[in-house]
């Protein structure tokens, strides 16, 4: 193994960690994420590959939050699962205090799949529902109907009480009145938390390819805004409280993991793609599933590009990590982390959303205005 590999990660302490699972049984049209879909044959060699990742760390880190993302972290076998488990007990242990999440997709959770989960201990499951819609799921290229989407649901919720359900918006073909039938079901099926995006277009997808040959049409900049809208109408009457602006959760159910990563926490990353951020230094893992594999088996460190921040930059970061939160900056805390009063570092910059009514000032906070919050992409930008 490369020195370089064990100096990132060995002399570093992180209480957070994201372990990235890229296997899908297909690519969806949309999706843009590091993964290889129809080559289960590699998984245990990724598997193999993991644990010698995982072993640059020399010595076993406890966790407080711990996240399974993908790709399908659910596609994979009991048995899979199992030795990935394993390896986690080993390097990453955690407690009934941390959150343990894992990325779900709805065929994949069985009965024996959902009891394994429990028994190694994930207490947070994040499942891919999307839209309950079947003609937008096809449209989507998912392989689940509505139906099976609200079965895997309540089949979950006899192992798992804290349930998120991840929702696009934007959906070609989709109409406000079935937004809102899919807002209706998900508040209906009771999870505690509920991500909703906005559907990108990314280039390289099979969705851009077709919407470059007129053959899909995306929605109007107007009814996206009036999807967001809605879903903040929605899921507060029903009494979720928007903490970020994609999350929303009972109170109580915010995600640790991610909290950590707008507050500008240390995290590790391990596998394909994986991004992590230790002391200032942000590192990225190659995003070819083979490559990583590779380099990886051939004791070559996976990271693929590093950036240090100075401290201006990093500061800078942080704000707009915490403008994506509800709560915003709060000014006196920025302060003491970063060592920058944000009215000094970025003065002009909030003067002058203050005034359009896209951001608000309090004593002791800056943050979005709910107007602020459609156009929040424009804001931040501003702030690096
Ligand atoms: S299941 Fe999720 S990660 Fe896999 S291809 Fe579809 S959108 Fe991407």
Known sequence: MTTSLINSRSSQHADAAYLHVPFCVHRCGYCDFTLISGRDELIDVYLEALEIELSSLQSPRPMQTLFLGGGTPSHLSLSQLSRLFDLLDHWLPTTSESEFSLEANPLDLSWEKLDLFAARGVNRISLGVQTFNDDLLKVLERDHSGTQALEAIQRTRSFVDNLSIDLIFGVPG???????????????AQPLHISTYGLTIEKGTSFWIRREK???SPLTPELEREMYGRVMDCLSAAKFEQYELSNFARPGFACRHNIGYWTGRSFYGFGPGAAQYLDGCRELNHRSVTHWLKRVQSGRSPISERESLNDEDRARELAVLNLRQIAGIDCCEFEERTGFDVHLLAGETITRFLRRGWLEATDSHVRLTREGRFVADTIVAEFL
Do not use: E, V
């Open 214 to 216: 007129g053959m899909l």
């Open 174 to 188: 989709q109409s406000l009145d079935l937004w809102q039938q899919t807002l209706d079901l998900a508040i209906a």
